[in-house]
């Protein structure tokens, strides 16, 4: 259905977004980084109220469910581009789309490791970040792009 070009044109937009997953990825071991050299600092702060933490918890963990249903919402529009004038700037609009909403996506997963590390400077606890990175970690670990979910989608949408 799609000519080599066009696989080409997909798949370079493919590897961006494989590329921004991986830079996502790594800065959230930058903030363990940043929370371990800060460890010394941090213990001398007053300890977070208990009812905001659970409240950066749950805003956590919403950050990663909504970025699941951004990303859903993003691509539910058919476009259905005709396949007989189908063009390699078709695709790289398409490819366009789905790169944005994948990055949509993965930025919310990447603010809940930010929201731990906030926690763990506000509150002293490094278990906060622990937590709350394994789960911006998961989050950006089950929404890594692959090659053939961008191709059956592209193919969904060429009529």
């Known amino acids: ?41 941090v213990r001398d702060h007053a300890r977070l109220l208990e009812h905001h933490r659970t409240l950066m ?27 007989r004038g189908l063009t390699v700037s078709d695709i790289e609009r398409l490819a366009v789309r789905r790169l944005r909403a ?4 993965l930025v919310l997963c990447n603010a809940a490791a930010v929201v731990g590390l906030v926690l763990y400077f506000q509150g002293g606890d490094i278990t906060d970040f622990y937590w709350l990175g394994t789960l911006g970690l998961a989050g950006l670990l089950l929404q890594l792009p692959k090659y053939r979910e961008w191709e ?8």
Request: hydrophobic share 55%; proline share 1%.
């Open 1 to 41: 259905m799609l000519d080599e070009g066009q696989k080409k044109e997909l798949k370079r937009y493919h590897r961006t977004a494989v590329f921004a997953a991986g830079t996502l990825i790594l800065s959230i071991f930058l903030y363990g980084v940043v929370a371990f050299l800060g460890a010394a600092s």
């Open 57 to 83: 918890y749950y805003a956590a963990g919403a950050l990663v469910i909504s970025s699941i249903l951004v990303k859903r919402i993003l691509l539910a529009a058919k476009q259905m581009i005709p396949l």
């Open 102 to 105: 994948l990055l949509m996506s």
């Open 152 to 159: 059956r989608w592209t193919k969904e949408n060429i009529a």
